[in-house]
């Protein structure tokens, strides 16, 4: 499995970026999926986490009731809805695959996509 992050960019405060996670290869079907954030100088963030079926989802607490993940198996893809976005949300943003769930602490992840960097400005 080979994970392509993409649709990151430069959004102004209280706008929406929907992050694509695309796999090539392997059966992206099976994996559960963790989304992950970076900013500079600090640690990686868990931020959603979404099963294998897309039937159980979980969000941290700093993105809860903005953020939404899904994912099309069909298409080997995942997302990640990002809504009134806030410049604290400027990070390099990763999506990872699990071959059990997902895990917060980063645990566990067999495959990390390159990251896409999203630059909210205020």
């Known amino acids: 499995v080979q994970l392509q992050a993409s649709g990151g960019g430069l959004v102004q405060a209280g706008g929406s970026l929907l992050l694509s996670c695309l796999s090539s290869?392997?059966?992206?079907?099976?994996?559960?999926l963790g989304w992950f954030r970076q900013a500079p100088g600090t640690e990686r963030e868990f931020i959603a986490g979404?099963?294998?079926?897309?039937?159980?989802?979980y969000y941290a607490t700093s993105v809860k009731g903005r953020f939404t993940v899904s994912r099309d198996n069909d298409k080997n893809t995942a997302y990640l809805q990002m809504n009134g976005l806030k410049p604290e949300d400027t990070a390099v943003y990763y999506c990872?695959?699990?071959?059990?769930?997902?895990?917060?602490?980063?645990?566990?992840?067999?495959?990390w996509g390159q990251g896409t960097l999203v630059t909210v400005s205020s």
């Open positions: 990872a695959a699990h071959p059990h769930g997902f895990d917060m602490g980063g645990v566990g992840y067999e495959y």
């Open positions: 290869g392997g059966t992206f079907s099976t994996y559960g």
């Open positions: 979404l099963s294998a079926d897309g039937s159980w989802k």
